[in-house]
Nanobody
Framework: QLVESGGGFVQPEGSLRLSCAAS????????MGWFRQVPGKAREGLLC????????NYAYSVKGRFTISRDDANSMLYLQMNNLTPEDTSIYHC?????????????????WGGGTLVSVSS
């Protein structure tokens, strides 16, 4: 089970840190990531981090602004988002797969949480 938190309303150029609490599975054995999705639109993969700490970036639009991290001891995943723009407004989901390495596509991450809303507006 994955439960996201930390979303909210923020002004452009602001920052947010999303958290994802994992339960009922052993985090170190999973590749974990984030995607976002506006209702009615396609899923947009963002970042993935595998158990060794290697990161895969699925979206050029967030490169240099978003950072993924994980705390396996506490079964937590994080997404630090800086310099937010209105185009970042979406529902953000934590996602994972029982894999040592991140898949080449976010669609290779097989389960996800209910999401947390991020709204960027002035």
């Amino acid at each position: 089970q994955l439960v996201e938190s930390g979303g909210g309303f923020v002004q452009p150029e602001g920052s947010l840190r999303l958290s994802c609490a994992a339960s009922e599975f052993t985090l170190p054995k999973y590749a974990m990531g984030w995607f976002r999705q506006v209702p009615g639109k396609a899923r947009e993969g963002l970042l993935c981090m595998d158990s060794s700490g290697a990161t895969t970036n699925y979206a050029y639009s967030v490169k240099g602004r978003f950072t993924i991290s994980r705390d396996d001891a506490n079964s937590m995943l994080y997404l630090q988002m800086n310099n937010l723009t209105p185009e970042d407004t979406s529902i953000y989901h934590c996602t994972g797969a029982p894999s040592v390495r991140c898949p080449t596509s976010v669609y290779g991450l097989s389960f996800w949480g209910g999401g947390t809303l991020v709204s960027v507006s002035s």
